[in-house]
T-cell receptor, first 110, second 113 residues
Framework: GESVGLHLPTLSVQEGDNSIINCAYS??????FIWYKQESGKGPQFIID?????DKRQGQRVTVLLNKTVKHLSLQIAATQPGDSAVYFC?????????FGTGTRLQVTL | NAGVTQTPKFRILKIGQSMTLQCTQD?????MYWYRQDPGMGLKLIYY???????DKGEVPNGYNVSRSTTEDFPLRLELAAPSQTSVYFC????????????FGNGTRLTVT
């Protein structure tokens, strides 16, 4: 299975600041990457994805950056809001034996 | 579309009891998965299915069984519940094997005492 890991288990950010959540992966053959958000008591929810032929993709207030050279993925959240408080997982999009890391808990302080 | 629906939301079992966690999806997805999530931990794959009639083991299959008789349903069976199976269980589905995100249900919180 894919090995993915998160650099920081918890990230505390002030409301209005930008957040950056990092993820390392080990399989250089991975060609699709996904970020999920999991709010307390709920299942993970898809946020944004990126294919390996891209190095950046933007959504609404979120940007994913992919550095294939160092096998590193990051999720940037602009103007972080209290509703962004959650655990964020990265994953590679393969059919079997998907493996998620522990995730990074984002805490938004007022 | 309701997406992925899991029932029940909560359940308490005694050691040795059995139960079935239900999962159904209305998106006509071929691929379905069962995960467990222990407190403060990531998701671990229990079983998955790539289509009706086909199932395969994931990372932590011991103590569980699955079946996939229809595209929509993917129930998870616990035959002899043990305290180690206390966890939150998530079912997920996706359209294809690659380049498609998972859609998750909201989980079943199971306690075995």
């Amino acid at each position: 299975g894919e090995s993915v890991g998160l650099h920081l288990p918890t990230l505390s950010v002030q409301e209005g600041d930008n957040s950056i959540i990092n993820c390392a992966y080990s399989n250089s053959a991975s060609d699709y990457f996904i970020w999920y958000k999991q709010e307390s008591g709920k299942g993970p929810q898809f946020i944004i994805d990126i294919r390996s032929n891209m190095d950046k993709r933007q959504g609404q207030r979120v940007t994913v950056l992919l550095n294939k050279t160092v096998k590193h993925l990051s999720l940037q959240i602009a103007a972080t809001q209290p509703g962004d408080s959650a655990v964020y997982f990265c994953d590679t999009g393969t059919a079997s034996k998907l493996t998620f890391g522990t995730g990074t808990r984002l805490q938004v302080t007022l | 579309n309701a997406g992925v629906t899991q029932t029940p939301k909560f359940r308490i079992l005694k050691i040795g009891q059995s139960m079935t966690l239900q999962c159904t999806q209305d998106m006509n997805h071929n691929y379905m998965y069962w995960y467990r999530q222990d407190p403060g931990m990531g998701l671990k794959l229990i079983y998955y299915s790539v289509g009706a009639g086909i199932t395969d083991k994931g990372e932590v299959p011991n103590g569980y069984n699955v079946s996939r008789s229809t595209t929509e349903d993917f129930p998870l069976r616990l035959e002899l519940a043990a305290p180690s199976q206390t966890s939150v269980y998530f079912c997920a589905s996706t359209y294809g094997p690659q380049a498609s995100p998972l859609h998750f249900g909201n989980g079943t919180r199971l306690t075995v005492t």
